[in-house]
């Protein structure tokens, strides 16, 4: 009876060699969220039609992970991290993007470009913002209660995952609800109408 060889290819394992293959993970994970920002940047620009409402609202969303980590490290002086808590990033896009599109569409639906007086604007982000306020209040509890409860987890990695993530959530709230509506009056107010002035000073400027 003929035996067949089976190759075996044995791989030495120490601490040094599991490192690298965590940071290789993290990287390649890093690079699909760079990846996800772009993609969620062009789906922002072509949505609202402004540079600046799309840096914004990207910036919302990195200081919503930073105001995170910083509470996460300072206050709760949580030394620990742990490698799920770069899918944090993932989650946090996903959800500040939501809370960004439930703003503004219920901003522009209000009959945003309807108003230019400035007190009748204010008043319309007063309207807005009660209306979405309420509209993103409960599902941003709910996923932030949801992975709070990873805290009586006995593992300890998802046990920090679950309260930096439970942060991300309430950071990104609440700079949703300050930060965001202030930078929309500011784009309907100075530079909603840039563009059409730059393009007549070029008409003007530029012989036909």
């Known amino acids: 009876m003929a035996r067949t060889a089976v190759s075996t290819n044995i791989k030495p394992w120490c601490f040094a060699y599991s490192d690298y293959e965590i940071e290789k993970e993290i990287f390649e994970d890093i690079l699909l969220a760079l990846i996800g920002v772009g ?3 062009v789906y922002m620009l ?5 540079l600046f409402l799309t840096i914004v609202g990207v910036m919302e ?8 980590y910083y509470v996460y490290r300072v206050p709760l002086d949580i030394e620990k991290i742990s490698v ?13 993007v939501d ?3 439930v703003f503004f569409d219920t901003l522009k639906h209000s009959g945003l470009r309807d108003f230019d007086n400035r007190e009748r604007l204010l008043l319309l982000v007063e309207v807005t913002y009660r209306r979405a306020g309420k509209a993103m209040l409960v599902p941003s509890l ?15 990695a998802i046990r920090v995952f679950g309260i ?4 991300c959530v309430c950071f990104n709230y609440l700079l949703v ?20 002035r730059m393009y007549r000073a070029c008409a003007r400027c530029i012989p036909f």
Request: glycine fraction near 4%; aromatic fraction near 12%; hydrophobic fraction near 60%.
């Open 164 to 167: 930096f993530i439970s942060l």
């Open 99 to 101: 809370d960004i599109f």
């Open 46 to 50: 072509l949505y609202t039609r402004s």
């Open 61 to 68: 969303i990195a200081l919503a992970l930073g105001m995170a």
């Open 84 to 96: 799920l808590i770069c899918l944090s990033v993932f989650v946090t896009l996903g959800n500040g």
């Open 177 to 196: 609800m300050t930060f965001f509506p202030a930078c929309c009056v500011v784009w309907h107010l100075y530079l909603r109408t840039c563009p059409t």
């Open 39 to 41: 993609l969620i940047a």
């Open 142 to 156: 709910s996923t932030a209660l949801a992975f709070s409860a990873n805290v009586v987890a006995a593992i300890p």
